[in-house]
């Protein structure tokens, strides 16, 4: 089996505290054939200064900076314009990777000429502490079910250039990831999960994620303006959505 080119899409702002752990989540993994874009999105912080202490030693790893702040959407999707890998990938500069994340993920898109593949991740503190927590998603996820319930991690998605095509992320606010993810299986293609936490997500304090209900005009805007669907069909998917999340936060 060979083992092609993974193009990793890592966007980074003022991220100095927990960057380096990150990238080097990246330069643990078992699966050698990768490039690692960092598209430093003008931070005001040491994040630059420590990207180039990685750039300087590893030719694999890459830097784009950004001339402005612009979100980070924009970031991946330079991040993606520049990738050559026949499969993308992304990392936040908060998350991490465990060391088999690749390798396995890579052999399983191979074997199964996967489109699109998640895994399921688990939670950490800002510190590091991990959080009892498991994040799953379903085997298999259609157009469909993702309309209802985002249930595929970013830091774990991998999609194939070679199947879909080069596909960029919706450049709003936020929400970004899972319009791309909409996009991809809205050609057909079916999401597979490998059942195993092959990442951790760090948990903000006070991160864009960490508001959690004001995604909702975000998921709106997805619904009617980036996935065009009729106003019905549109409130339909939009109650699945608030439902689902209601009920994470019940359990």
């Not at 784009?64 to 050559?84: F, V």
């Amino acid at each position: 089996m060979t083992n092609p080119l993974v193009s990793i899409i890592m966007p980074v702002y003022n991220s100095e505290k927990v960057l380096k752990a990150a990238i080097d989540s990246v330069l643990q993994q078992t699966y050698a054939n990768w490039e690692l874009i960092i598209v430093d999105d003008k931070s005001t912080d040491q994040s630059l200064a420590i990207i180039q202490t990685y750039t300087a030693q590893k030719t694999n790893i890459i830097l784009i900076e950004q001339a402005e702040n612009s979100g980070a959407a924009i970031s991946r999707n330079k991040g993606i314009a520049k990738a050559k890998g026949k499969y993308i990938a992304f990392l936040d500069a908060d998350d991490i990777w465990l060391p088999e994340k690749l390798a396995l993920q890579i052999a399983f898109m191979e074997k199964n000429q996967s489109a699109l593949t998640c895994t399921y991740y688990s939670t950490m503190q800002q510190d590091g502490t991990p959080v009892k927590s498991i994040i799953k998603a379903p085997d298999r996820i259609t157009y469909h079910q993702l309309l209802k319930n985002n249930t595929i991690g970013c830091l774990t998605a991998v999609y194939n250039v070679e199947i879909c095509g080069k596909q960029y992320m919706p450049e709003i606010r936020k929400r970004q990831d899972y319009g791309l993810w909409l996009n991809i299986l809205r050609a057909g293609y079916i999401a597979e999960t490998i059942p195993l936490v092959l990442a951790q997500y760090r948990i903000g304090d006070d991160s864009l994620s960490q508001n959690k209900w004001e995604v909702l005009g975000y998921n709106w805007e997805l619904l009617r303006k980036h996935q065009q669907l009729s106003m019905f069909k549109s409130l339909y998917y939009f109650t699945c959505f608030l439902w689902n999340k209601t009920f994470k936060y019940l359990k």
